[in-house]
């Protein structure tokens, strides 16, 4: 009986620990025009607080987030939480048109949602059309009170995000290539921390520094919130261990390199062991689609030691190549999980639903374009096309019909030779993608295995895909076209890395499964924000469960209307 006491006493103060634990965490995001000089030039830009990046937000894990968003920008916005599950708060998720309409000018929306089940560095940005790249800022969420992190405790946390400069409004950057049919002007610098680097005009002293004591240890969270780029991250005469990505803890990985894809985060520990100076921190574009533009140049920040002169000239990294795959590739698939770890889940091994997708590029039928037709993008040949009446989640939960069609195809319409460019681009039944607003239906609890396969139609390159609403794991990845019978050799079910975003290799292929545990309706798209309008996307529908803790709840009161 004492036994019996004692044991009840120990889980009512667990409970109650975790209980006073979690908090609510209340901002407010108001959005407007700001002001910013880069390059030598005075661009208005829409931000957050009168801030460039927008504010970071530091939570604990199962604590809530109530953020009041205040339109007060000429845009349509709406705010999504990078890589956060939404369980049972799919409302809050923030894709326009997908679980919302967009917050009109004038408006007002709040996110309300509860951080559950995971730990790391995350982000909210605009997902209404390129605003993504001045709206956009830090979400960290560390564990609860009395959890340690896995690794050893930093002396300090210190936020890196990776942004892209227009000297242009890039609304408009968007509507010119979207009207045009054509690709869009490439970006003019490249950002640390909002800040270009000295390497550029008119910023020598717009440069971020990071001062450091030697002998003490900094976690990096690295955030890549640039829009159309892939980015390999050095800091001169320093390696960095790699301790979580999309905020799941990791096996330590020791760097020199962080190869990083647009939406993706990683977390890095880094020594300050080296003699006491100064070295540059850079970062520039991993490239990998051949002949194609892209932005060349490069950002670097500064380390600074305490006690270095300030005459000392800082030491520059060797930076990859822009084209270089293998030394991305080593980087992608060296990364493993923390197998038993804090929120660690382990691989589902009983399958519900097997689907193999093919994601490129093609072309669409454009009357009012220059040559009769505009670049476009698809996922089984399928380019999705937004609704403008009635977000996705809304016709879902009030059953209204004719907003999406339940048929997104489980294998593309033709069987081809996926990655032969030489016989792909001469195939029009596989250049011309037809337009369509087609979702994928999930029981709740089902489990997915999905092989995302890369395409040479209109050009090759690696395209990093965004789950909402999951993490899942990533088995396997390879180049070339995936073999049923040999690649599965190849997965790893023990201890993969779970991510939000994958990088599918150039020309290649990689395998994701993660269990449809969340109902509601959940995008999936290609992170390069010159994809996504082209159609690069589709969206899951995770119907409801069997109780009313797996059952989605009725929309906040505010929701915006469309």
């Not at 894990?61 to 109530?66: A, H, N, P």
């Not at 800091?235 to 990791?250: E, K, L």
């Amino acid at each position: 009986m004492l036994r019996l006491v004692f044991w009840l006493t120990c889980a009512l103060v667990l409970l109650a620990s975790s209980v006073a634990s979690a908090a609510i965490v209340e901002h407010s995001f108001h959005v407007k025009n700001l002001t910013v000089r880069r390059l030598c030039t005075e661009q208005v830009v829409t931000a957050v607080n009168g801030s460039l990046p927008g504010p970071t937000l530091r939570v604990q894990e199962g604590d809530t987030l109530k953020v009041h968003v205040f339109n007060k920008s000429p845009y349509n916005i709406t705010i999504h939480w990078h890589g956060v599950f939404q369980l049972l708060s799919a409302w809050a998720d923030g894709p326009n048109m997908v679980t919302q309409c967009p917050i009109p000018p004038g408006g007002k929306y709040t996110y309300q949602f509860k951080l559950l089940k995971q730990e790391g560095t995350l982000w909210w940005h605009a997902h209404v059309s390129w605003l993504r790249a001045t709206v956009h800022g830090a979400l960290i969420i560390r564990p609860r009170s009395g959890h340690p992190y896995p690794f050893p405790k930093p002396d300090k946390e210190v936020p890196i995000l990776f942004g892209e400069w227009w000297n242009a409004n890039v609304v408009d950057v968007e509507n010119q290539a979207l009207a045009s049919g054509s690709a869009p002007n490439t970006s003019d610098a490249f950002t640390i921390n909002g800040l270009p680097g000295d390497l550029y005009p008119c910023s020598q002293n717009r440069t971020f520094k990071l001062k450091v004591q030697r002998g003490k240890t900094y976690l990096l969270r690295i955030i890549n919130a640039a829009l159309n780029n892939e980015l390999f991250f050095k800091i001169a005469g320093h390696n960095m261990t790699v301790v979580a990505v999309d905020a799941g803890y990791t096996v330590p990985y020791v760097t020199g390199v962080v190869v990083i894809g647009p939406g993706q985060t990683v977390d890095a520990l880094l020594a300050a062991d080296q003699e006491v100076g100064s070295y540059y921190m850079a970062a520039n574009a991993y490239a990998s689609a051949a002949g194609a533009l892209f932005d060349n140049t490069t950002t670097r920040g500064v380390v600074v030691y305490e006690g270095a002169p300030s005459s000392a000239t800082p030491i520059m990294p060797l930076m990859p190549a822009f084209n270089d795959t293998p030394t991305a590739n080593k980087f992608f698939t060296n990364i493993t999980g923390l197998a038993g770890g804090p929120h660690w889940v382990p691989v589902p091994r009983q399958i519900d639903e097997h689907m193999f997708v093919t994601v490129g590029l093609g072309i669409s039928i454009c009357p009012t374009c220059s040559n009769g037709t505009r670049i476009s993008a698809s996922m089984n040949n399928f380019s999705f096309v937004s609704p403008t009446t009635l977000s996705l989640l809304q016709a879902f939960f009030f059953n209204v019909s004719g907003i999406y069609t339940p048929d997104f195809p489980d294998t593309p319409p033709i069987k081809f030779d996926y990655t032969n460019a030489s016989i792909n681009t001469l195939n029009p039944s596989l250049l011309i993608t037809p337009k369509s607003t087609s979702v994928k239906v999930l029981k709740y609890n089902s489990t997915v295995e999905m092989v995302l396969q890369n395409t040479a139609i209109l050009g090759v390159e690696n395209h990093p895909m965004h789950l909402h609403g999951f993490n899942f794991h990533v088995l396997a990845q390879g180049f070339g076209n995936y073999d049923p019978v040999k690649d599965p050799k190849k997965f790893n079910l023990v201890n993969p890395q779970a991510r939000n975003t994958i990088g599918v290799p150039v020309g290649g292929w990689a395998v994701i499964r993660f269990i449809a545990n969340n109902p509601g309706v959940w995008f999936m798209h290609c992170h390069l924000d010159v994809h996504l309008p082209w159609g690069l996307a589709t969206a899951f529908v995770v119907e409801n469960g069997p109780t009313a803790d797996s059952t989605l709840p009725p929309p906040p009161a505010d929701l915006p209307q469309c």
